[in-house]
């Protein structure tokens, strides 16, 4: 059955809540990769020409406590969307109360109003009490509450069941549309995807080891390939009984991660080198190490016969997912290994090439690869998700039309 969408809905003069996917990285308070806001702007702009009062809700990061709070605050979000939209954006810096009830009651026709991050929900009073990503039914309830209909258009965070989105589409009936970005991904997706044209190779890296791992227990029915590299590498060399040093492992992952290589075989395609460092740190001395990573070095980039042999497996590629960065590309010296990949991607011209995910699009980005893919997803652990074959709560919860 097909979904509301931001078209079938009435806007003018309307208080419309629009949940967006602005997690996106901040340096030193400034917004990095704005690939996220720009891929929301379609929606949001639609929805201000047609006379409705645009209130966004996003998370940024993770807020486990207090302290967390500062820095995953959604001010520099704000400026930067103005910047986007070339007119004022309103930053209210609480998520309720009668401070964000006020700047709502304030709005004009076309006005656009951004909430603080949701997840400051998930700590009160200094506890972990995760009212917006445990979907407390109260949070959905009240933040429904503050307008007249809804607009999911946050594909990256569509693989989570929190109040933001699927607690306030729940207490909208009938009123919660999808917007023009999840639209578009899921199209994309679904047509690269559900019969993908074979070598189908996936690959997966960054640092979400726990959320990611179980994906591909799944992929390994769909894939002829799986690449692992970047953090997710390591807690397979420690079920493989290959020394870690400090490198990032998650040890309550090593038995699934042994459960998979049982499973794999030869379609799993591990890492054979890694750059390792003595600190987590631009400057710290590295080495290229192969096998066993001593005491007192972490692996923060994979090494060159690692990228040698990626590319050796990619290169008969027809379907490419790429999700999560191979190495810490956030820091120069550690940015090869993605950055060769994602050369190497751009070459692959008879393939379909996606990458999906806030840091990895980033990377592509920064690195100057972008252009060469076939599609750019915002969302990482929602792609996979998608790739699994699983229903996303938060496109579950949007209206029927
Ligand atoms: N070897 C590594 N050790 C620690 N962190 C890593 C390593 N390789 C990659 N990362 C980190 O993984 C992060 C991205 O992971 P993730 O959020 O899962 O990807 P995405 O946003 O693309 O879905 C980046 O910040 C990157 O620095
Ligand atoms: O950045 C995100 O996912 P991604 O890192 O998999 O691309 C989404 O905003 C979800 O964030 P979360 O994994 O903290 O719930
Ligand atoms: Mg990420």
Same mark, same amino acid.
């Given at each position: 059955?097909?979904?509301?969408?931001?078209?079938?809905?009435?806007?003018?003069?309307?208080?419309?809540?629009?949940?967006?996917?602005?997690?996106?990285?901040?340096?030193?308070?400034?917004?990095?990769?704005?690939?996220?806001?720009?891929?929301?702007?379609?929606?949001?702009?639609?929805?201000?020409?047609?006379?409705?009062?645009?209130?966004?809700?996003?998370?940024?990061?993770?807020?486990?406590?207090?302290?967390?709070?500062?820095?995953?605050?959604?001010?520099?979000?704000?400026?930067?969307?103005?910047?986007?939209?070339?007119?004022?954006?309103?930053?209210?810096?609480?998520?309720?109360?009668?401070?964000?009830?006020?700047?709502?009651?304030?709005?004009?026709?076309?006005?656009?109003?951004?909430?603080?991050?949701?997840?400051?929900?998930?700590?009160?009073?200094?506890?972990?009490?995760?009212?917006?990503?445990?979907?407390?039914?109260?949070?959905?309830?009240?933040?429904?509450?503050?307008?007249?209909?809804?607009?999911?258009?946050?594909?990256?965070?569509?693989?989570?069941?929190?109040?933001?989105?699927?607690?306030?589409?729940?207490?909208?009936?009938?009123?919660?549309?999808?917007?023009?970005?999840?639209?578009?991904?899921?199209?994309?997706?679904?047509?690269?995807?559900?019969?993908?044209?074979?070598?189908?190779?996936?690959?997966?890296?960054?640092?979400?080891?726990?959320?990611?791992?179980?994906?591909?227990?799944?992929?390994?029915?769909?894939?002829?390939?799986?690449?692992?590299?970047?953090?997710?590498?390591?807690?397979?060399?420690?079920?493989?009984?290959?020394?870690?040093?400090?490198?990032?492992?998650?040890?309550?992952?090593?038995?699934?991660?042994?459960?998979?290589?049982?499973?794999?075989?030869?379609?799993?395609?591990?890492?054979?080198?890694?750059?390792?460092?003595?600190?987590?740190?631009?400057?710290?001395?590295?080495?290229?190490?192969?096998?066993?990573?001593?005491?007192?070095?972490?692996?923060?980039?994979? !090494?060159?016969?690692? =990228?040698?042999? /990626?590319?050796?497996? #990619?290169? &008969? *590629?027809? $379907?490419? +997912?790429?999700? %999560?960065?191979?190495?810490?590309?956030?820091?120069?010296?550690?940015?090869? !290994?993605?950055?060769? =990949?994602?050369? /190497?991607?751009?070459? #692959?011209? &008879? *393939?379909? $090439?996606? +990458?999906?995910? %806030?840091?990895?699009?980033?990377?592509?980005?920064?690195?100057?690869?972008?252009?060469?893919?076939?599609?750019?997803?915002?969302?990482?652990?929602?792609?996979?998700?998608?790739?699994?074959?699983?229903?996303?709560?938060?496109?579950?919860?949007?209206?029927?039309?």
């Amino acid at each position: 059955m097909a979904k509301l969408t931001v078209e079938d809905l009435p806007l003018e003069g309307k208080k419309v809540l629009m949940r967006v996917d602005f997690n996106v990285p901040i340096k030193d308070g400034v917004v990095g990769d704005d690939n996220r806001i720009v891929a929301a702007l379609p929606t949001i702009k639609y929805v201000i020409d047609h006379g409705g009062r645009a209130i966004l809700f996003s998370h940024l990061g993770r807020v486990k406590k207090e302290e967390d709070k500062p820095g995953l605050s959604m001010r520099p979000v704000a400026e930067r969307l103005s910047n986007l939209l070339n007119k004022p954006v309103t930053f209210v810096p609480v998520t309720e109360g009668k401070q964000l009830e006020d700047a709502i009651d304030n709005m004009n026709n076309g006005d656009v109003l951004l909430v603080q991050n949701t997840r400051y929900e998930d700590v009160k009073d200094g506890e972990y009490v995760k009212r917006e990503s445990g979907n407390d039914p109260e949070l959905g309830k009240y933040w429904a509450s503050l307008g007249d209909v809804f607009v999911n258009d946050a594909f990256g965070t569509a693989h989570r069941k929190h109040a933001s989105n699927v607690g306030i589409a729940t207490n909208m009936p009938g009123k919660a549309a999808a917007g023009y970005l999840m639209e578009k991904e899921i199209k994309f997706l679904g047509d690269a995807v559900d019969n993908p044209q074979r070598p189908f190779v996936a690959i997966l890296g960054g640092a979400k080891v726990s959320d990611k791992i179980g994906v591909i227990d799944h992929l390994l029915d769909k894939a002829d390939k799986i690449i692992i590299g970047g953090g997710m590498a390591y807690t397979f060399y420690a079920a493989k009984g290959i020394k870690v040093g400090n490198s990032l492992v998650e040890k309550d992952k090593i038995d699934v991660a042994k459960e998979i290589l049982d499973k794999a075989g030869d379609k799993l395609v591990l890492p054979i080198d890694n750059v390792v460092a003595d600190k987590f740190n631009n400057d710290a001395d590295t080495k290229v190490v192969e096998g066993d990573i001593d005491d007192g070095w972490m692996a923060l980039d994979i !090494g060159p016969k690692s =990228i040698e042999e /990626f590319e050796n497996v #990619l290169k &008969d *590629a027809k $379907t490419v +997912v790429w999700n %999560g960065p191979m190495g810490v590309f956030e820091m120069p010296n550690f940015a090869k !290994g993605t950055l060769e =990949i994602g050369k /190497f991607l751009g070459t #692959l011209t &008879d *393939a379909t $090439t996606i +990458v999906g995910g %806030g840091d990895s699009t980033a990377a592509v980005k920064q690195l100057g690869v972008a252009d060469k893919l076939t599609h750019i997803s915002t969302g990482g652990g929602a792609s996979l998700t998608y790739l699994e074959g699983k229903t996303l709560p938060g496109i579950a919860a949007i209206s029927e039309k």
